[in-house]
């Protein structure tokens, strides 16, 4: 699983790591951009795996297949 925080103040979000290394990076924006204000914003949790391609192999099967129709098909 992959954590990312978002701040409650600004736009702000993290990347996509550990949870504790989002909180760091939370506290340390916190520190710098909204000094004197309680940490706030929320966590996301990420259940898939973080570094997965998604639909992308598909997406290449399925083109090469089709490369595959066009080149054998005679006009």
């Not at 795996?49 to 098909?73: D, E, H, Y």
Request: hydrophobic share 40%; with cysteine; glycine share 10%.
């Amino acid at each position: 699983m992959a954590h990312r925080y978002r701040c409650g103040e600004c736009r702000f979000s993290t990347r996509w790591t550990t949870e504790s290394e989002a909180e760091d990076l939370a506290a340390a924006h916190y520190v710098d951009r909204h000094p004197g204000l309680v940490l706030g914003g929320g966590m996301e949790v990420n259940r898939k795996s973080p570094n997965s391609l998604g639909c992308l192999p598909m997406l290449g099967i399925t083109l090469f297949l089709l490369l595959i129709v066009v080149a054998s098909a005679r006009w």
